[in-house]
């Protein structure tokens, strides 16, 4: 199939833009089709094969598999099973370590640039600018994961599982966005990032925050406005699926200390009862792992929050949960998924916090490698060959369609809208060179920063403009011999452009059929059974301003106006 032009028939084959797609299906992105024409025969004898080790390990243990996503935050591939790497960071994480010798290690895990769009990612198996979640949520922030996302909690619920979330949550501060509105049967989450670690009255003391509690503070003569800061906020909350939504604790400094151990310990009893009634679980476990403010003994060479974290909060975690897996007789009929969100926060890093770039360049909020290609593990016992090392791609997307694979609900995946993620359980099963994917489309925020094909890369936004304005770019990458991406090629790599631009172009016009969905905005923190006076005062500020000649809560509609100017190129890092 062709388009045509005002010049004749553009030679860009449309493959997968018919209007006669099987409905019945799962919508991918359009290169998928381009990958499938090729290697669907064979990708279907595979699958027959797998289907039958998937069928007899049901059989042998009664259920489908269990499923287990670990996710934390800010780390440079290379820095965890890599002991030599390790050496240098100054961490030692034996624990995560084992899970690369005892399962696989991913050498091409990508994510996406930032913590809210890798979760939303993960969590819906979209891109995350298909789904509007590119915006990095703030305290108070109005924003948060639209309610008819379709979320793998539902997928697999829907399946028979029970599901369960404790940790960094970061999809949103509104109602509908809560993780148990979302499809989880309970969950202890967070709205934001661990700056809500700053958001304390210590971090006020030491001015690491700075005037978020204005009764520590000198009294401000000046002062006219008392709605500018904000009053009161949720740190963590809890829930049940369609039950009330509480705050959890209060948003103090020994709140905040407490949560991770509360999640594990939660998460413990979650996966024990489901075990001893033999009902299969996936459980999301997304620790905060860390804490800005220096207030915890120094347990690594490194000194520093990221390896403290890893080492100390993160290593152990991994080992107590392998543990109960096995004192319940379940760890060869659970699959874990650990990783990180994304690269180093190697952009503006509060001091003392140990993030860097390793092997790549770039880091949070980067597409570059060292943005978006993280430390990933999955173990199996019996099923995953241990020592395993994929040199396949695979993103985070595909632990979406790949554990509703797994689970039997393949069938509970809407088909009225793209879903990224693409059935990697061939890769699980089979090993390197056994993945279905070979291509990202990297977006900074809602732009298109680079795509990936094999070992190629172009970056959209162009570190060449005057190259780019005239059609010429150095804007094209080699991989393996510049993972860091310093040497831009335009001899070399010219024949890639048109390619490139194929891909690109079969992208967007699949966007045009499946559009991305807008940001989704609202009042923070409503239906909170427990909520204070001030938070309620937060959500109604005509408690406080009366009379007003305007709705002082319509800016709320105009929110995805900001902050992103379409004209204004993102950084590619330094």
Request: glycine content about 10%; overall charge negative; charged content about 20%.
């Amino acid at each position: 199939m062709f388009s045509k032009s005002k010049g004749g028939l553009l030679a860009i084959p449309l493959i997968g833009l018919s209007a006669s797609f099987a409905s019945a299906e799962i919508v991918h992105d359009a290169e998928y089709y381009v990958l499938k024409a090729q290697n669907g025969e064979s990708w279907a004898a595979e699958d027959a094969d797998i289907q039958a080790k998937l069928a007899a390990l049901r059989e042998k243990h009664g259920a489908p598999p269990n499923l287990i996503h670990i996710m934390w935050d800010d780390t440079a591939y290379g820095d965890l099973g890599m002991p030599g790497i390790q050496a240098v960071r100054g961490l030692n994480t034996p624990n995560i370590n084992a899970l690369a010798t005892e399962g696989m290690m991913f050498t091409r895990m990508y994510t996406e640039v930032g913590c809210t769009p890798s979760r939303a990612a993960a969590i819906t198996g979209r891109m995350a600018v298909r789904s509007g979640m590119y915006n990095i949520g703030m305290l108070q922030e109005s924003h948060g994961l639209n309610a008819e996302e379709v979320t793998l909690a539902e997928v697999l619920g829907d399946a028979g599982y029970a599901t369960a979330f404790f940790g960094k949550w970061h999809l949103g501060d509104i109602e509908q966005s809560y993780p148990h509105n979302q499809g989880f049967d309970e969950a202890l989450f967070t709205g934001y990032n661990q700056i809500l670690s700053l958001n304390t009255r210590e971090a006020e003391q030491g001015n690491a925050s700075i005037g978020l509690f204005e009764d520590m503070l000198v009294k401000d003569p000046y002062k006219l406005d008392d709605t500018f800061i904000t009053k009161d906020w949720v740190m963590a909350a809890e829930g049940t699926k369609g039950g009330e939504t509480l705050q959890w604790r209060d948003n103090t400094t020994e709140s905040y200390e407490a949560m991770d151990d509360e999640g594990f310990k939660r998460m413990f009893a979650f996966i024990e009862a489901n075990a001893k009634e033999g009902k299969p679980f996936f459980v999301a476990s997304w620790p905060n792992m860390a804490n800005f403010m220096p207030i915890r003994p120094k347990c690594t060479r490194a000194r520093a929050l990221l390896q403290n974290g890893l080492q100390c909060t993160i290593d152990p975690f991994i080992a107590e949960l392998r543990a109960k897996l096995d004192e319940l007789g379940i760890a060869e009929n659970t699959l874990i998924v650990a990783m990180a969100d994304n690269g180093p926060m190697s952009h503006n890093p509060p001091p003392g916090t140990g993030f860097a770039e390793t092997i790549f360049r770039g880091g949070k909020g980067d597409f570059l490698e060292g943005g978006v290609r993280v430390p990933a593990f999955a173990v199996w016992p019996s099923v995953i060959e241990p020592g395993s090392l994929p040199n396949d791609m695979i993103h985070i997307t595909d632990l979406f369609t790949t554990f509703a694979s797994l689970g039997g609900a393949l069938d509970n995946i809407p088909t009225d809208r793209v879903i990224d993620g693409i059935d990697q359980t061939a890769l699980l099963l089979n090993g390197d060179t056994a993945g279905r994917r070979d291509y990202t489309f990297t977006y900074a925020g809602p732009t298109l920063g680079a795509v990936v094909k094999g070992d190629y890369k172009r970056h959209m936004i162009s570190p060449d403009p005057i190259g780019e304005a005239s059609g010429i770019p150095a804007a094209f990458y080699f991989l393996p011999s510049d993972p860091r991406e310093v040497q831009p090629m335009l001899t070399n790599l010219i024949h890639l452009k048109r390619p490139f631009n194929r891909m690109v172009l079969r992208h967007n016009l699949w966007k045009e059929k499946y559009p991305d969905r807008p940001e989704t905005h609202g009042i923070p923190w409503t239906g909170i059974a427990n909520a204070s006076e001030a938070l309620k005062r937060e959500q109604d500020p005509q408690l406080v301003l009366k009379d007003l000649p305007f709705d002082p809560l319509e800016y709320i509609e105009h929110l995805d106006e900001l902050p992103f100017d379409p004209n204004a190129d993102p950084s590619i890092g330094q």
